[in-house]
């Protein structure tokens, strides 16, 4: 009987093991994503950023032209 109730609490202990790993590679993943996402919205922000730069300059060529063509 005792013998049998430590084997039972050795597979339990196992199996307990098994969670924790899994529980950690869970963690290391979930992590991963979120400094994926982290990195992805600095991405989009630079983007956005040369895009308006962009428009900015397009815009003022666009405004000189047009002074020129009044002048």
Known sequence: MEKEIKEMLGLILNKLDGLESRQDEIYLVVKAIEHNNSVHGAELDNLKFKVS???????????????RKAI
């Open 53 to 67: 730069h962009m428009d900015g300059t397009i815009n003022t060529v666009g405004n000189v032209i047009t002074s």
